[in-house]
């Protein structure tokens, strides 16, 4: 209902200039000449209220334009006086009687002075060193030319009084007409009002305030001159009053009443009633007004009009123009927006007028001490009709530009702060400083100086801009200026207070295409993602021998689809944002803005849920790997005897434990080993963006240079660009690493993976790792020389012995160099692998000292337990249990696409010849990719939080080291107890 009742107010409301469209050509005084209407010729003048000629009311023989520079209104010609003259074109002229010329006053016709004739010119001739008189000393006409008689003390006459310096009688200038009634000019005080004296009693009317943020407060001026303005308008048509009563309403935030007709009780209603009468040219356009049963703001700002074409290359530019008028209705004429005129903050001109270049998010703010607002030549109080200029058929057009404030209150409601257009009052006229009129004066010191308690000010403007995406050839709707008005107390800013002002400058567009393809995007590839989750479950149920959907399945099935649907919505954000950085900055004809709303709200909570699916990703893989079962399987044979036992059994020699501890201690060292250095990743990055200057490229304007000058104006940086940039930036010296290090260092340097399996065949240890219960990869070790314990000589004497070939190859079926391998394994090893884990681990569950073990040492119990793990998983290896057997063969290729096995291994396990190194997935070095993008989102999220680059690089370095440290921990941890290996020997 409210909204029905907006429309129709504002219908009532704005006829304020009949046939006023929503561009007018672009015209100046200059452009004003003559006009032929009926056969007669007519002078124009410049019209400041419509911007437009506009003729005389009589022809050419009676007015002409003013050729004053700051004259915009008509002027008797020589030889006629003035009839009425209320400005503008309201002005009738009369011809004076033959032999007699208009007066100095111009009200009356006078003869010339005795001994002067009247010439061709309409003028007196000259009087030599006497002076013309038109009036005697009382100030009565002298009806015929005499000379002076002398001074007299005279009574004046009617309808005149004295002067200023008390030497003369003068016409009375505040009076609108002859009246007898009216001695000495003396005013009933019933019909004087703001100066001016009228012919009837004027009705009091009660407006006397102006409105704050949250109240009312009393002003002298709109007292004073509120009754004059309106009725000098309302009657007179007079051309200052309408200005005045005009900018009154503005003052007042646009405050107005429904109703028909509304209450005399504000001046946006004096207005309205006025409207309601009919029309009247000399009253301002205020209010936007559209036609019977439509929503105004949402027809006013899908205007297609304007029929610009804006361009990047080359560069385009807001073409604002302003109509500037004082308090007092004067025209000042019509300017440019640049130079900051539209901005409360001080700048370079550089810098100010960059909020016009079309495509630059603009956005200024500063600090201005409070009491600078009350210097009146700094802050003048003008007041702004703003406009557009474009050209339309070839022909310059002024287009004028909705105003929306902020302030404005309508039926007890802030109606242009809801965020749908729908109920939004657009307006045209707007203020900056208020620093005349709000309140009644107060007196300061003893100086007698007198200053508004309050001043008033525009604290936020905000211009936004919005693309034709229908057309897409550059073409704009009608850009908006929203305003919020705050103010400032006089004893306030003598205390020392400040202001904030902002200006800013957005730009958007229509995003419904967008959001049906992002919506397509997150829809199809999610649905993808998760049935891929599935996959991955089903996979990891098989291989860890689960035979039905239970509680760990489900968890597994999360985190999964954590990972999955990270990568999923990394994907999508980081080609929406670079997409935009690339197609924004390189675009001619503009057609695509930046996402802003509920669409960047939406990017921006799919990146957020990247990072956060990617760290339940990355948390899931530590714990995975701090949990694996792993075991040294030791081939070494003792050597000899060293006598008999008690029992009579022979004493063997014992094997060295020491190849188990240095090969435990080479796999705790690579367990985060990864394929990037990330201390030269974090420098590289941070290095291309802050120093080298990469992200200057994120700027929200159409300049993708790296290098900027300092003295320009930088727009604001866009989230999505800083993503995009440093996502990509981040990647990048990723791959570039990944490729030295792949191609060059491993190749030719160090390789500490498959170094680390050379170092298990020297040691003669193999490395047996269950990844899930039944699913895992052997590292075969087992030495070529048959012994690995022994002293430096014999070693290299083995080594060269294998360098010419003299001794068997390493892999675990003969003849072969096959090393590593992808287990199945049958349930009955698990079974029997948890069965001789399972007594250690109730033995360490057991309160209270446990015998032969020591802090951080191993017990007796463990000791055993590893011999046992140890001759088992050896004897399963060599095919020495009739019940626990294996087969050696190679994935098919199905088999390696879809990272499965097809075969059943409950009863017989499968050995998978591995063309690479499998193992690493239980490594940090099998995982660079989850860790990369980990890396890379940690990254950008801080960012995000900080923009700020190094910090970022500082930070993401401090988190990845912890994980490291966490990782580094737990994997330690899981060793010494899966391996039985001595904690204290894991350096």
């Given at each position: 209902m409210m909204a029905v009742e907006v429309v129709w107010c504002i219908l009532l409301y704005v006829p304020f200039v009949f046939g006023q469209t929503q561009f007018i050509p672009y015209i100046t005084k200059a452009d004003c000449g003559q006009v032929t209407i009926g056969g007669q010729v007519f002078n124009q003048y410049f019209d400041p209220v419509k911007l437009e000629c506009v003729p005389c009311k009589q022809e050419e023989s009676f007015q002409i334009a003013s050729s004053e520079e700051q004259d915009y209104f008509c002027v008797c010609q020589t030889g006629y006086k003035y009839v009425t003259d209320f400005g503008g074109s309201n002005i009738m002229c009369e011809k004076c009687p033959p032999q007699q010329i208009r007066s100095e006053d111009g009200w009356n016709c006078v003869s010339c002075q005795t001994g002067t004739s009247l010439n061709g010119t309409q003028i007196c001739g000259s009087c030599g060193e006497k002076v013309p008189v038109e009036r005697e000393i009382?100030?009565?006409?002298?009806?015929?030319?005499?000379?002076?008689?002398?001074?007299?003390c005279q009574t004046c006459a009617d309808n005149t009084t004295l002067n200023d310096r008390g030497d003369r009688c003068v016409r009375c200038t505040e009076i609108l007409k002859i009246d007898p009634t009216l001695k000495n000019c003396r005013c009933p005080i019933e019909r004087l009002s703001g100066g001016v004296?009228?012919?009837?009693?004027?009705?009091?009317?009660?407006?006397?305030?102006?409105?704050?943020?949250?109240?009312?407060?009393?002003?002298?001026?709109v007292k004073a001159h509120v009754q004059a303005a309106y009725l000098m308008c309302e009657k007179h048509e007079n051309r200052t009053a309408c200005q005045i009563l005009s900018n009154l309403c503005v003052l007042s935030w646009y405050n107005f009443d429904t109703g028909n007709p509304p209450p005399p009780s504000k001046t946006c209603n004096l207005q309205r009633i006025i409207s309601d009468q009919g029309q009247n040219e000399y009253l301002p356009w205020l209010f936007f007004k559209i036609g019977p049963n439509t929503q105004v703001a949402d027809r006013v700002l899908d205007d297609d009009k304007l029929s610009t074409e804006f361009t990047f290359s080359p560069a385009s530019f807001l073409e604002y123009r302003?109509?500037?008028?004082?308090?007092?209705?004067?025209?000042?004429?019509?300017?440019?927006?640049?130079?900051?005129?539209?901005?409360?903050?001080?700048?370079?001109?550089?810098?100010?007028?960059?909020?016009?270049?079309?495509?630059?998010?603009?956005?200024?703010?500063?600090?201005?001490?409070?009491?600078?607002?009350?210097?009146?030549?700094?802050?003048?109080?003008?007041f702004y009709d703003l406009y557009i200029e474009f050209t339309r058929n070839g022909v310059q057009q002024l287009y004028a530009a909705p105003v929306k404030i902020n302030n404005l209150v309508h039926e007890g409601d802030k109606v242009n702060t809801e965020s749908s257009t729908r109920n939004w009052i657009l307006t045209r006229r707007f203020f900056l400083v208020d620093n005349v009129v709000t309140t009644g004066p107060e007196t300061s010191g003893a100086t007698g100086n007198s200053y508004p308690q309050y001043v008033r000010y525009a604290k936020d403007i905000e211009i936004s801009v919005t693309l034709d995406s229908t057309l897409g050839n550059g073409r704009i709707f009608p850009p908006v200026m929203s305003i919020t008005y705050s103010e400032v107390s006089r004893a306030n800013a003598v205390a020392g207070a400040t202001i904030n002002p902002t200006f800013k400058v957005k730009y958007s567009m229509g995003l419904d295409a967008y959001r049906k393809d992002f919506q397509i995007a997150v829809g199809t590839l999610s649905t993808l993602g998760v049935i891929y989750a599935g996959y991955k479950t089903w996979v990891w149920s098989k291989r860890?021998?689960?035979l039905a959907i239970d509680f760990a399945a489900i968890v597994n099935f999360i985190f999964f689809c954590s990972g999955v649907l990270s990568n999923v919505f990394f994907v999508i954000t980081f080609g929406i944002a670079f997409y935009f950085l690339i197609f924004y900055k390189r675009q001619n004809v503009v057609y695509l803005f930046l996402l802003d709303g509920i669409y960047y709200e939406e990017w921006l909570g799919l990146f957020g849920s990247a990072f956060a699916l990617k760290c339940l990703q990355v948390a899931h893989m530590v714990t995975s790997q701090c949990t694996v079962d792993i075991f040294f399987i030791d081939w070494e044979k003792p050597k000899g005897t060293l006598g008999i036992k008690s029992d009579g059994s022979k004493k063997e020699n014992p094997v060295s434990i020491w190849r188990t501890y240095f090969a435990a201690n080479e796999w705790n060292e690579i367990q985060t080993c990864r394929k990037i250095n990330h201390i030269f990743q974090i420098f590289a990055v941070v290095f291309f963006l802050n120093y080298v200057g990469f992200e200057n490229t994120a700027t929200k304007d159409p300049n993708g240079q790296v290098v900027k000058s300092t003295s320009d104006y930088q727009a604001p940086y866009d989230p999505m660009f800083r993503y995009a940039i440093g996502a990509l930036v981040y990647l990048l010296v990723a791959f570039v690493q990944w490729l030295f290090f792949t191609l060059i260092y491993e190749r030719f340097f160090e390789d500490k993976i498959r170094d680390f399996v050379d170092l298990c065949s020297m040691a003669n240890i193999s490395v047996f790792i269950m990844h899930h219960a039944q699913y895992g990869y052997y590292i075969h070790g087992r030495s070529v020389y048959g012994k690995a314990d022994t002293n430096m000589k014999e070693m290299f004497e083995m080594m060269k012995k294998e360098e010419k070939d003299l001794v068997g190859q390493r892999g675990l079926l003969p003849n072969t160099e096959q090393q590593t391998f992808v287990m199945t394994l049958p349930r009955k090893l698990r079974l029997k692998y948890e069965e001789v884990l399972l007594t250690v681990a109730l033995e360490g569950a057991g309160g209270g000292p446990q015998a032969g073990k020591e802090k951080g040492g191993i017990s007796d119990k463990q000791v055993e337990s590893y011999n046992i793990i140890n001759r088992f998983l050896s004897t399963f290896i060599d095919h020495s249990l009739k019940s626990l057997d294996y087969q050696v063969r190679d994935k098919t290729l199905l088999e390696s696409i879809m990272d499965t096995e097809f075969l059943d291994a409950s009863e017989k396990g499968y050995f998978y010849n591995d063309n690479g190194h499998s193992f690493d997935q239980c490594l940090f070095y099998g995982n660079e990719i989850t860790l990369l993008l980990f890396d890379t989102l940690l990254f950008c999220i801080i960012d995000l939080i900080a923009t700020n680059f190094v910090l970022s690089g500082i930070l993401t370095y401090i988190i990845i080291e912890l994980v490291a440290l966490l990782r580094d921990h737990g994997g330690r941890k899981n060793l010494a107890k899966k391996t039985l290996v001595d904690e204290r020997f894991l350096i």
């Open positions: 009382n100030g009565a006409l002298i009806s015929t030319a005499g000379n002076y008689r002398g001074r007299e004296c009228f012919d009837t009693a004027v009705s009091s009317l009660s407006i006397n305030t102006v409105p704050l943020t949250n109240e009312q407060v009393e002003s002298t001026y302003v109509a500037r008028y004082l308090l007092n209705g004067t025209f000042l004429g019509v300017s440019t927006a640049k130079g900051g005129r539209l901005q409360l903050c001080s700048d370079t001109t550089s810098r100010l007028d960059a909020a016009y270049t079309f495509g630059t998010y603009y956005e200024q703010t500063c600090s201005i001490p409070a009491l600078e607002l009350w210097d009146t030549k700094k802050y003048p109080m003008e860890a021998g689960r």
